[in-house]
């Protein structure tokens, strides 16, 4: 695998940790208890911060690197270049939802933390839907996508993406931003080990 693939699934397996704790505010918050609201916000903060600014443009890079490639070369052995032009649609478009759902569930919950009345079945409802469209989306990209990937671009394409992905450090997991994420910090510091370093 490249150093790009490896860093984007080291992001998955640490988005993974944050959408057990975000499903676990949500379900409580669901519930009718009142969860971590600083915690909730900082959660989300990350995933709208890294995740849709740093995270998905990186693997946008990469599925137009696969999409000039196939169009180049319909003879490749084991890919359905077809199919592997719509799963990279699809993901694209999932990459928009989520970064609209990630921004608007946040924004309810900060209404939430200011007063505003809204429905909790419906703002639970928005970030169940982000947490279940994200875990599919990393699924789809590991299983089919990322494969396809390290498969179909040359070491020359390679280099070229990493040289152009976008290289701000994971503020949580990797140069912490103590004033933006002490919360979340404070409550992984425990769990922290040495694959979460970058």
């Known amino acids: 695998m490249t150093a790009l693939i490896n860093r984007l699934t080291g ?5 993974g940790r944050i959408m057990i704790l975000l499903e676990n505010s949500v379900a409580r918050f669901h519930g009718g208890d009142e969860p971590d609201y600083e915690l909730l916000c900082e959660l989300l903060e990350y995933v709208v911060d890294y995740a849709d600014q740093v995270h998905h443009p990186s693997e946008e890079q990469i599925f137009a690197a696969m999409r000039g490639t196939l169009e180049q070369n319909n003879a490749l052995p084991g890919i359905d270049p077809a199919a592997l ?5 699809e ?16 924004d309810a919950i900060e209404g939430i933390v200011h007063e505003e009345v809204l429905s909790r079945d419906a703002v639970a409802e928005q970030g169940f ?9 990393i699924d789809a990209e590991e299983r089919q996508v990322f494969p396809a990937a390290c498969a179909l ?8 993406l990493e040289q152009q992905a976008p290289s701000a450090a994971d503020p949580v ?6 004033l933006r994420f002490r919360t979340l910090y404070d409550y992984l510091k425990d769990e922290f080990d040495t694959e979460d370093a970058e």
Not at 85 to 89: K, L, N, T
Not at 153 to 160: F, K
């Open 11 to 15: 992001d998955h397996r640490r988005f």
């Open 85 to 89: 032009v719509q799963a990279i649609a």
């Open 91 to 106: 993901l694209s478009d999932q990459h928009r939802q989520l970064e609209a759902m990630n921004r608007a569930f946040r």
């Open 129 to 137: 839907a982000a947490i279940a469209l994200m875990r599919r989306h």
């Open 153 to 160: 671009l040359s070491a020359a394409d390679w280099a070229q």
């Open 173 to 178: 997991f990797g140069q912490l931003d103590p």
